[in-house]
């Protein structure tokens, strides 16, 4: 599903940024010029420890609207990302591509960009869909984030091992169950 009609993949930018965040220990981040350029981000100037800096900073006010569980908290966050995002809509053609939207100033560098598209992404997401489409994941001790760009808006799991690992924990716990309401039943009746 495309949420906001841009080249790149900013939602997905977005959710990488937070997961890319939490990754414990902080060494296991990923490189951030190779996160942008697999969002098809155009990363136009040599990369520096202060760019790293203000691009994880970035990350972690919008891991702040993964998190929230309420809708107003979620619009007040986004609202705060987009005013400082500096959004400065205009047509664009580069690369050989035809003409396309940028949401950020045609001077602007690469952290300009992904703050405009990633505040824009979840901004789209949100007012769309509420907040029924992003998350943390629900499976257990997992602190990862996800966005929900499915037709049927089922996913409550950052990836597919973490849904397959609770679908396994819940039926252990179910068979448990029935195994320990057997031992009970049988137990009582003898």
Not at 63 to 72: D, H, K, P
Not at 103 to 132: I, N
Request: net charge negative.
């Amino acid at each position: 599903m495309d949420f906001i009609g841009y080249r790149s993949d900013a939602l997905g930018m977005a959710v990488d940024l937070v997961n890319g965040l939490r990754a414990a220990p902080a060494a296991d981040r990923p490189e951030l010029p190779e996160l942008l350029a697999a969002h098809q981000y155009l990363v136009d100037v040599p990369w520096t420890p202060l760019a790293d800096a203000e691009l994880w900073t970035w990350a972690a006010r919008l891991a702040e609207v993964f998190a929230a569980t309420e809708i107003e908290v979620a619009a007040a966050l986004i609202n705060e990302l987009l005013a400082d995002a500096e959004i400065t809509p205009h047509l664009t053609t580069h690369s050989g591509k035809p003409w396309h939207l940028h949401y950020s100033r045609p001077s602007a560098g690469v952290l300009a960009r992904a703050r405009a598209t990633t505040a824009f992404a979840l901004a789209t997401l949100v007012s769309e869909y509420g907040m029924e489409r992003h998350g943390l994941c629900a499976a257990a001790g997992c602190s990862r984030v996800y966005a929900d760009t499915s037709r049927n808006a089922s996913r409550r799991y950052c990836s597919s091992a973490c849904a397959n690992r609770s679908a396994v924990a819940a039926h252990r716990a179910r068979r448990r169950g029935a195994a320990e309401a057997e031992v009970e039943t049988g137990s009582t009746a003898g």
